[in-house]
């Protein structure tokens, strides 16, 4: 089965779609990688999607990519005599680590890592920032605040500080049983969440240990200010607009998008839009022309993929979303103008041999009109030099490495095929034309440029472009 368009999709399981037979359909409709949140269900309900997932890839043919999101540290009130209060604006509130329940003028707030970091001036969002108190002062457990923007309060509402870095690890307890779960299932990717600093990448990659993609959520602003260092620490990057947009203004977010997917790019590194994108279809059979526009400026901006969340957790028309997502980025890939607004940010190459040939087999397959780029890889750095370029033609990739073609189903462009090891220059021209054609990606009298390296097997070491006809 081949995908119409380069884009990738990711679709997030949940109540409303983590049967098999509905799984089937996900992927069918368009979905290329399952996002698995960890924030919600048990290990047992996780145990049947990921053996769904595994069985609709086996009956499909295709590798099929998995997220495993770690939920990361939740900063939350405490609770209320009550159980609710109504904040005015303009009222003065105190949030400390008294774990009496709270009420009209005070609440417990049991993270002394927030009061470490804190100072007048600071913001505290409750709530998604539907309730704003600002600190006047603050001392060792405790903060005296103004509400800024009044509302309701109630039992362990959300806590979000923006602009400071809070001494925490991005990792909690929770996460590390899930991380060890979801490695021993078979996660393709592992999504850290409350990354703050390049150290918590680090500390990620230490603890997934290569056993898995680590992909940094993105939605503190402290991260953006360290973007460049991440994005070197990363395998991979999801910009998490709605966390985003509590913790910055929403205008800020739009720029943001494009800094974070053009420096992943530039990086060759896949990039997940994800959060909000067709927010309405939860209870809607069709999206606003709004969200339609935004996933399709996602797609024109060149990300590797697009998310969604409760759409297809929750939602009440799951298949739906990913059906017009799927429409949306098939249609983006049809106008003129997109592959020309690609080029027109066409990235610096690094004086190497892999990304001499990566760019050069873009250049050719556009001279001689090939039909596809064949990328032979084991590691997937050859593949993912290829898709660095964004090609016109599809990139066809072929790896003897089954993690590494789970792994690439969220690279743009790529269509993964897990095959065995070439023995042989003429086996490796044979197989990427047979495979080609196979696929349906090539036909008879079209070329293919194929990209290897030589010794075959060995990671990192692109380098040759073959120009091969596709005779059967």
Same mark, same amino acid.
């Given at each position: 089965?081949?995908?119409?368009?380069?884009?990738?999709?990711?679709?997030?399981?949940?109540?409303?779609?983590?049967?098999?037979?509905?799984?089937?359909?996900?992927?069918?409709?368009?979905?290329?990688?399952?996002?698995?949140?960890?924030?919600?269900?048990?290990?047992?309900?996780?145990?049947?999607?990921?053996?769904?997932?595994?069985?609709?890839?086996?009956?499909?043919?295709?590798?099929?990519?998995?997220?495993?999101?770690?939920?990361?540290?939740?900063?939350?009130?405490?609770?209320?005599?009550?159980?609710?209060?109504?904040?005015?604006?303009?009222?003065?509130?105190?949030?400390?680590?008294?774990?009496?329940?709270?009420?009209?003028?005070?609440?417990?707030?049991?993270?002394?890592?927030?009061?470490?970091?804190?100072?007048?001036?600071?913001?505290?969002?409750?709530?998604?920032?539907?309730?704003?108190?600002?600190?006047?002062?603050?001392?060792?457990?405790?903060?005296?605040?103004?509400?800024?923007?009044?509302?309701?309060?109630?039992?362990?509402?959300?806590?979000?500080?923006?602009?400071?870095?809070?001494?925490?690890?991005?990792? %909690?307890?929770?996460?590390?049983? $899930?991380? +060890?779960? &979801?490695?021993?299932? @078979? !996660? =393709?990717?592992?999504?850290? *969440?409350?990354?703050?600093?390049?150290?918590?990448?680090?500390?990620?990659?230490?603890?997934?240990?290569?056993?898995?993609?680590?992909?940094?959520?993105?939605?503190?602003?402290?991260?953006?200010?360290?973007?460049?260092?991440?994005?070197?620490?990363?395998?991979?990057?999801?910009?998490?607009?709605?966390?985003?947009?509590?913790?910055?203004?929403?205008?800020?977010?739009?720029?943001?998008?494009?800094?974070?997917?053009?420096?992943?790019?530039?990086?060759?590194?896949?990039?997940?839009?994800?959060?909000?994108?067709?927010?309405?279809?939860?209870?809607?059979?069709?999206? %606003?022309?709004?969200?339609?526009? $935004?996933? +399709?400026? &996602?797609?024109?901006? @060149? !990300? =590797?993929?697009?998310?969604? *969340?409760?759409?297809?957790?929750?939602?009440?028309?799951?298949?739906?979303?990913?059906?017009?997502?799927?429409?949306?980025?098939?249609?983006?890939?049809?106008?003129?103008?997109?592959?020309?607004?690609?080029?027109?940010?066409?990235?610096?190459?690094?004086?190497?041999?892999?990304?001499?040939?990566?760019?050069?087999?873009?250049?050719?397959?556009?001279?001689?009109?090939?039909?596809?780029?064949?990328?032979?890889?084991?590691?997937?750095?050859?593949?993912?030099?290829?898709?660095?370029?964004?090609?016109?033609?599809?990139?066809?990739?072929?790896?003897?490495?089954?993690? %590494?073609?789970?792994?690439?189903?969220?690279?743009?462009? &790529?269509?993964?095929?897990?095959?065995?090891?070439?023995?042989?220059?003429?086996?490796?021209?044979?197989?990427?034309?047979?495979?080609?054609?196979?696929?349906?990606?090539?036909?008879?009298?079209?070329?293919?440029?194929?990209?290897?390296?030589?010794?075959?097997?060995?990671?990192?070491?692109?380098?040759?472009?073959?120009?091969?006809?596709?005779?059967?």
């Amino acid at each position: 089965m081949r995908r119409q368009r380069s884009a990738k999709i990711v679709a997030t399981l949940g109540p409303a779609s983590s049967a098999p037979e509905r799984i089937r359909a996900l992927f069918e409709a368009g979905v290329d990688v399952f996002r698995l949140n960890f924030s919600h269900g048990t290990h047992e309900d996780h145990r049947h999607r990921f053996e769904a997932i595994r069985a609709g890839e086996s009956a499909a043919g295709r590798p099929i990519g998995i997220i495993a999101d770690l939920q990361g540290p939740k900063l939350r009130l405490g609770t209320f005599c009550a159980g609710r209060i109504e904040l005015a604006a303009g009222s003065h509130f105190r949030v400390d680590l008294d774990n009496e329940p709270g009420n009209e003028s005070r609440a417990p707030l049991p993270h002394p890592e927030i009061f470490e970091a804190i100072r007048p001036g600071t913001e505290l969002l409750i709530d998604d920032g539907k309730v704003r108190l600002q600190v006047e002062t603050c001392g060792a457990g405790f903060a005296e605040t103004c509400c800024m923007v009044g509302g309701a309060l109630s039992d362990r509402k959300g806590v979000n500080v923006p602009n400071a870095v809070l001494p925490l690890s991005a990792v %909690t307890e929770k996460d590390r049983a $899930d991380l +060890a779960f &979801a490695l021993e299932q @078979g !996660a =393709d990717w592992i999504a850290f *969440s409350f990354v703050q600093r390049p150290d918590d990448v680090a500390e990620a990659r230490k603890l997934v240990g290569g056993r898995a993609g680590v992909m940094v959520k993105l939605e503190k602003p402290a991260a953006i200010q360290r973007l460049p260092e991440i994005i070197e620490l990363a395998d991979g990057l999801m910009v998490a607009r709605g966390d985003l947009g509590v913790e910055m203004p929403p205008e800020d977010v739009p720029s943001v998008q494009k800094q974070i997917v053009h420096g992943c790019r530039l990086a060759g590194k896949p990039v997940i839009v994800a959060t909000q994108m067709l927010e309405s279809m939860i209870t809607s059979p069709t999206p %606003t022309r709004a969200e339609a526009s $935004d996933v +399709a400026t &996602a797609v024109y901006e @060149g !990300a =590797d993929a697009v998310m969604l *969340s409760a759409e297809t957790a929750t939602g009440s028309y799951p298949v739906e979303a990913v059906e017009i997502m799927d429409r949306i980025a098939c249609r983006v890939q049809e106008d003129p103008l997109y592959f020309s607004t690609l080029e027109g940010t066409r990235i610096e190459h690094e004086h190497t041999a892999p990304d001499a040939i990566s760019a050069a087999a873009r250049q050719v397959a556009s001279l001689v009109g090939a039909a596809a780029i064949v990328s032979y890889t084991t590691s997937g750095a050859t593949a993912l030099r290829a898709a660095r370029e964004r090609p016109e033609a599809p990139i066809l990739v072929l790896t003897s490495n089954l993690g %590494t073609a789970r792994r690439l189903a969220v690279l743009w462009g &790529a269509h993964c095929v897990h095959t065995r090891d070439v023995r042989s220059f003429g086996d490796m021209v044979q197989r990427a034309v047979r495979i080609a054609h196979r696929e349906g990606i090539a036909q008879a009298g079209q070329r293919v440029v194929i990209t290897a390296g030589v010794p075959f097997g060995t990671p990192g070491a692109t380098n040759i472009l073959r120009i091969a006809w596709v005779d059967r």
